[in-house]
């Protein structure tokens, strides 16, 4: 079983659509967690942290649930810019700040 | 403000060579972080590096080598290029502030490599 799991897609979707994105981690000693995206051959880069209340950035927002090992991630009003793959990223615990990333979720939003 | 700068940006390189894949970094982070992403799959650790001076493997070291002589520098040296070691490799770097332990990694534009 992959340490982080995520449903690879694509999903498409039209613009202004709410789309969600789930991942699941099999560690439970995970600490700390994060949405990343990556646009088409580029670098990560940090869409928003998760926190364990739950948390929104604008049109984002991120849900974890420990019990279940699960994150989500629910994007509102679609925008064609928001294509791009969204990386489930895991923490554990310890000195070094090492993350587990899942492979990725490819969103495609259609005009 | 660079961040993390990842030099070359594409190299092809024949079976058995050798080279550097260079990273600097001007955010005065601890922690500094090698990956190699191939095709379709997500980022997997080579090396990290928690200060200067300290080195240790990540989840597919073999094939690599890093040293960390200064805060800002990071490289990554494939000794035997192997076609398996075609892939695109990011530099990233983080910072550890007390017992916060959300602060993001940072990462530079990446490393095309071939090997043929």
């Known amino acids: 079983r992959k340490e982080v799991e995520q449903d690879p897609g694509p999903f498409n979707v039209p613009e202004g659509a709410t789309v969600a994105f789930n991942c699941t981690y099999s560690n439970s000693a995970s600490q700390s967690f994060f949405w990343y995206r990556q646009d088409c051959r580029k670098e990560p880069k940090l869409l928003m942290s998760?926190?364990?209340s739950g948390n929104e950035d604008g049109r984002f927002t991120a849900q974890l649930n420990r019990a279940s090992q699960y994150i989500s991630l629910l994007i509102r009003d679609s925008k064609l810019s928001d294509s791009a793959t969204y990386l489930c990223v895991v923490r554990y615990g310890g000195a070094t700040n090492k993350l587990i990333f899942g492979t990725g979720t490819l969103l495609a939003v259609q005009p | 403000n660079a961040g993390v700068t990842q030099t070359p940006k594409f190299r092809i390189l024949k079976i058995g060579q050798s080279m550097t894949l260079q990273c600097t970094q001007d955010m005065n982070h601890n922690y500094m972080y090698w990956y190699r992403q191939d095709p379709g799959m997500g980022l997997k650790l080579i090396y990290y590096?928690?200060?200067?001076?300290?080195?240790d493997k990540g989840e597919v070291p073999n094939g690599y080598n890093v040293s960390r002589s200064t805060t800002e520098d990071f490289p990554l040296r494939l000794e035997l290029a192997a076609p398996s070691q075609t892939s695109v490799y990011f530099c990233?770097?983080?910072?550890?502030?007390?017992?916060?332990?959300?602060?993001?990694?940072?990462f530079g534009d990446g490393t095309r490599l071939s090997i043929l």
């Open positions: 990233a770097s983080s910072q550890r502030r007390g017992t916060d332990s959300n602060q993001p990694q940072h």
């Open positions: 590096s928690v200060g200067a001076g300290i080195t």
């Open positions: 998760v926190y364990s």
